[in-house]
């Protein structure tokens, strides 16, 4: 290598300290992480809440990377390492997906199909088949009332059969008979508009039982809703 590096060489140096410093100061903001802690302990706390995949080990091989580069110079414009433009440029994106995290909303924004109490149980079998959707809030006019689960249809239609021992009239069974059985199950949350994908992720991690997370512009049952997002969202979605 040439006792003194060229410009381009320069301006790659330069955006990767950039990139790394700025992963560093957002990674330490979130996580809590004091000056004490190493950018490996850093990394550590903030993959335990994030699902970041194959990026924690390309950030550590970085972290040495950056070492090198910082602690091991010896002689003025004279650089043991240089990182390519590839890694410069990777590094640079987890920087802004870190710094900026992507949002629920507009991500999960959608026009979300509500039902209510009054609805028959044909109708919205209906709405299953032709919508292809296993989720469904609830609503009594207005105000939001629960949230309806082909998984909890399934449990209703169940003790029908077991404490009846009688065949559903499907027109005659009411939303609000198949819901009251739910009332406390609490399967559903709801955030606000600035909520990140990533502490969605985290909710659906804490809550076993959760099935939908509803977005709304404060988090409030009230308002509209902007967006709904179900576990089979979260785990299918591109990383």
């Given at each position: ?47 335990s809440s994030h699902r970041f995949g ?186």
């Amino acid at each position: 290598m040439s006792e003194k590096t060229t410009e381009p060489q320069t301006d790659r140096l330069e955006r990767f300290l950039a990139a790394f410093n700025s992963i560093d100061r957002s990674m330490r903001k979130q996580t809590g992480s004091g000056r004490g802690k190493t950018f490996t302990d850093s990394l550590k706390a903030y993959e335990s809440s994030h699902r970041f995949g194959e990026a924690g080990d390309f950030l550590r091989m970085v972290a040495g990377l950056r070492n090198v580069i910082i602690h091991e110079k010896v002689k003025p414009h004279l650089q043991l390492a240089i990182p390519t433009e590839t890694v410069v440029t990777r590094l640079e994106l987890l920087a802004e997906e870190i710094t900026n995290p992507p949002r629920v909303f507009p991500v999960f924004q959608t026009k979300v199909e509500r039902i209510q109490m009054k609805d028959s149980l044909r109708e919205v079998l209906a709405l299953v088949e032709k919508r292809d959707y296993s989720q469904f809030p609830v609503y009594r006019e207005d105000r939001f009332q629960g949230l309806l689960t082909e998984n909890g249809i399934t449990r209703w239609l169940a003790s029908q059969v077991t404490n009846t021992l009688s065949l559903v009239d499907f027109e005659e069974a009411t939303i609000q008979q198949i819901i009251k059985q739910d009332d406390n199950r609490r399967n559903y949350r709801f955030v606000d508009r600035d909520c990140t994908i990533s502490r969605a992720e985290q909710i659906f991690r804490d809550h076993e039982l959760l099935e939908a997370i509803f977005i709304t512009q404060n988090s409030k049952k009230s308002e509209s809703l902007l967006g709904i997002i179900t576990r089979w969202d979260i785990l299918h979605r591109k990383t």
